[in-house]
């Protein structure tokens, strides 16, 4: 902007009004009237504006002007004067630094703003910066600036210390990596924790709702609740209770103890009933411990109020209730301009070392729960505990296969039986980029995948829960063909894909998105592990139900009326449908379990044995690609893809015969890095480069114990696992560069391939027959 804000584009002189033209021209006249004869004297013209700059002037000469003008056509009506350093300058437009910055800045949408100035005419600026600003005064004299430096060298090497800063912060550096962060959940309600005591993700009332601790995406101004010790201390340790979803993070002289509470929960169903959350945090502590209560309702978008009570703190003015319970602590409330903080302390002493920090959200009761925190732990952590005892874990890395189960359970909705993707939105795949997607909904393809391994592992529960969620969904859609491939977690279509722009992104990686285009997509891979997983639930239980049936036929059907049409594909690359390799060997899965399905209750269908033969001709005909030696991503892109893998996974040809072998050869060459395994390498058309997929890496490791070569698929299988996080979770991708996750997390997808490949080790191939 130029003129001391009064100048804001380069339109401006054809937009200035003719009387005010007119008496700019007046102005202007009397002033060269003035100063005509003056030595040193210089004489700007601008668009709306004459400044009189005096600094070369005598002394003597510099004070008789001033005097002149300042009686003369300073008075001229419609005339404003601006001070500078030797400068006078007469308008006939309004001009504030102040008001201009701040328009600037609301066109803008900025969160926070740096202005650095040296004249008298910045400090209605100054003035004007609030909160997070930043307001830096160049040289000497009085101010309302906050921060001072000597002279303009200074104030640059203030900009290069910002972009400096700011290249780091991009770089992720200060971020937590995505795979440190711990899941808590109750089975409707699911939070991240960090390493360092903060709930960094929470959303509220749902899991796809907007979130109250944004942390994750925006840095602390989006909102946390954190524990830690006053000093300061960087913690000791943090891990699962064992075979439960409680998390214990110590530090010298302090140990928070986190989780879901699910003591409400009736024993005999199993599930959250109460709609109301909470969120224990129990405190042993020999020292003072600092609580920072922020919440940002909304992604921060709506400003509340903290009211401080006997019992804790209250959210005033927020859609939903919430509240945080503590009254041992001792509170005090900050505001930064828009949000209030609530800022508590702990002080323990030798009567008193426990303390119950409880965030409940859904009601705004203060009052004590009925039963003493430590019965409602051990309730919640038997509630895990029993669910683990009836798995029948394989011994190949016993623990990592038990804590991916609990995280596919944790993901489970037991309220609705549908299973997320994951619990966040657009943690990125590649950092700084725009891979950012949500995945906090309900992808038909990676429930059924979740529920099949946990009936693999002897729960059955989450199958039957998932495929009746799943009958109501295909039931209301137009025809099962028609199905999404994603919904929310209540079988309702997602709405439209937005974009939150108050935050800034995981490590600045923007766009935070909200909601996923996918769901408009033809996928019609979906219903090769729908039935797959039917066929094993089947087996297991002995019998198929009249539910079963439905749903087999309602995906054979489907299959039967497109599967020769292209589609999106596994990747839901946002391109024009191809004919997708594995969306075909998905369609010949549906048919093939299909037809054990009905054969196991005396109903052959030989009109579906024609169909599994048509589609694995065509797949074997279209699908190969002779020049790459290799199975390719679709008839009509004929380059490597990870997931052209399932022509070997599904046992559409012998795991011995030479096409699957040059196949997995050929996938290991070209995408394999370092300890994970890319996609694919050709174009999509996004900007920027991502991670390798865990589960192509697990799947790669299925395709080794195929092809016999178990000593790679151990090491393969050692090396994911050494990328799972501090409480042994994964996410969604892995940076072989970095040496860091990436991606939404815990990702169903990375604990599905973890579950499927220590099977694999034991000998138990699923999909395969």
Same mark, same amino acid.
């Given at each position: 902007m130029g003129s001391h804000g009064s100048e804001f584009d380069a339109d401006f002189l054809s937009d200035l009004e003719p009387a005010l033209a007119q008496r700019l021209r007046e102005v202007t006249a009397v002033i060269d009237g003035l100063v005509t004869g003056t030595p040193g004297v210089l004489i700007e013209h601008k668009p709306a504006s004459v400044a009189v700059h005096l600094r070369r002037c005598s002394s003597g000469d510099s004070t008789r002007l001033a005097t002149r003008l300042l009686t003369g056509p300073a008075t001229l009506p419609g005339v404003y004067v601006t001070y500078g350093k030797a400068v006078l300058e007469f308008a006939v437009v309004r001009m504030d630094k102040g008001h201009a910055f701040q328009a600037l800045r609301a066109g803008h949408g900025a969160a926070a703003a740096m202005f650095i100035g040296d004249d008298v005419t910045d400090e209605s600026v100054f003035e004007s910066l609030s909160g997070p600003d930043l307001a830096i005064k160049v040289g000497p004299g009085q101010t309302a600036a906050t921060h001072r430096v000597d002279d303009p060298i200074d104030a640059a090497r203030v900009f290069a210390t910002l972009a400096e800063e700011r290249r780091t912060w991009l770089a992720g550096a200060d971020s937590t990596p995505i795979e440190d962060h711990g899941l808590l959940s109750d089975g409707t309600t699911l939070a991240l924790l960090t390493p360092n005591g903060r709930i960094a993700w929470f959303c509220h009332p749902g899991v796809d709702a907007p979130a109250v601790f944004a942390e994750l995406l925006g840095g602390e101004t989006a909102g946390h609740l954190t524990i830690s010790p006053v000093s300061d201390t960087p913690p000791l340790s943090q891990t699962y209770v064992p075979d439960t979803m409680t998390i214990a993070t110590r530090w010298a002289g302090v140990t928070v103890t986190d989780y879901l509470d699910r003591s409400d929960t009736p024993a005999h169903t199993g599930a959250v009933t109460t709609a109301t959350t909470r969120l224990v945090r129990a405190v042993q502590a020999r020292v003072p411990v600092r609580i920072v209560f922020a919440p940002r309702p909304e992604f921060g978008q709506v400003a509340v109020r903290l009211e401080v009570t006997a019992e804790g703190v209250r959210v005033m003015g927020g859609a939903e209730p919430i509240v945080l319970r503590c009254p041992e602590a001792t509170w005090e409330i900050s505001h930064d301009g828009v949000h209030e903080t609530a800022l508590g302390t702990l002080t323990p002493t030798a009567q008193l070392r426990e303390f119950t920090v409880e965030l409940r959200t859904g009601s705004d009761d203060l009052s004590m729960h009925r039963l003493p925190e430590s019965q409602r732990r051990s309730m919640t952590e038997d509630h895990w505990r029993d669910w683990v005892a009836r798995l029948s874990v394989p011994e190949h890395h016993h623990e990592h296969v038990t804590r991916s189960?609990?995280?596919?359970? +944790?993901?489970?909705?037991? !309220?609705?039986?549908?299973? @997320?993707?994951?619990?966040?939105?657009?943690?990125?795949?590649? @950092?700084?980029?725009?891979?950012?997607?949500?995945?906090?909904?309900?992808?038909? #393809?990676?429930?059924?995948?979740?529920?099949?391994? @946990? /009936?693999?592992?002897?729960?059955?529960?989450?199958?039957? +829960? *998932?495929?009746?969620? @799943?009958?109501?969904?295909?039931?209301?859609?137009? +025809?099962?063909? !028609?199905?999404?491939?994603?919904?929310?977690?209540?079988?309702?279509?997602?709405?439209?894909?937005? /974009?939150?722009?108050?935050?800034?992104?995981? +490590?600045?990686? #923007?766009?935070? !998105?909200?909601?996923?285009?996918?769901?408009?997509?033809?996928?019609?891979?979906? *219903?090769?592990?729908?039935?797959?997983?039917?066929?094993?639930?089947? #087996?297991?239980?002995?019998?198929?139900?009249d539910d079963d049936l439905w749903l087999t036929r309602a995906c054979v059907r489907a299959v039967a009326t497109r599967w020769r049409e292209p589609d999106h594909g596994i990747w839901e690359i946002r391109d024009r449908p191809r004919h997708h390799v594995h969306s075909k060997v998905m369609c010949w899965l549906a048919v093939m379990r299909g037809i054990e399905v009905m054969e196991s209750v005396g109903q052959p269908q030989p009109e579906w044995v024609a169909l599994r033969d048509d589609i694995a001709a065509d797949v074997l005909e279209h699908g190969w690609f002779e020049p790459l030696q290799s199975f390719v991503c679709a008839y009509d892109r004929p380059e490597l893809d990870a997931a052209a893998l399932h022509v070997a996974l599904t046992g559409l040809l012998p795991h011995d015969d030479p096409r699957l072998v040059s196949t997995v050869e050929a996938v290991e060459a070209a995408l394999r890095v370092g300890p994970t395994v890319l996609r694919y390498r050709y174009d999509d058309g996004l900007p920027g480069r991502e991670g390798g997929m865990t589960i192509c890496t697990t799947w790669l490791i299925e395709c080794y114990l195929r092809a016999g070569l178990r000593d790679e698929a151990e090491e393969l299988l050692r090396q994911v696992l050494a990328c799972c996080g501090r409480t042994g979770l994964l996410s969604e991708q892995w940076d072989p560069h970095s040496g860091r996750g990436l991606g939404n997390h815990p990702q169903a997808y990375s604990h599905i391939g973890v579950i499927r490949a220590a099977l694999a080790l034991d000998g138990i191939f699923l999909s395969a027959r």
């Open positions: 189960a609990l995280t596919l359970k +944790a993901l489970c909705q037991e !309220r609705t039986g549908a299973i @997320l993707a994951a619990v966040t939105t657009s943690l990125p795949e590649g @950092l700084g980029g725009v891979r950012n997607w949500d995945y906090r909904y309900c992808w038909l #393809r990676d429930a059924a995948l979740a529920a099949q391994v @946990l /009936v693999a592992l002897g729960s059955t529960e989450e199958a039957q +829960a *998932f495929l009746l969620w @799943l009958h109501i969904v295909i039931a209301g859609a137009a +025809a099962p063909e !028609r199905v999404h491939p994603l919904y929310t977690v209540h079988g309702t279509p997602l709405g439209s894909e937005a /974009v939150v722009d108050v935050l800034p992104g995981y +490590a600045g990686s #923007r766009p935070v !998105r909200v909601g996923n285009a996918a769901q408009g997509q033809v996928q019609l891979d979906v *219903f090769g592990p729908i039935v797959d997983l039917i066929a094993d639930l089947v #087996r297991v239980r002995g019998r198929a139900t």
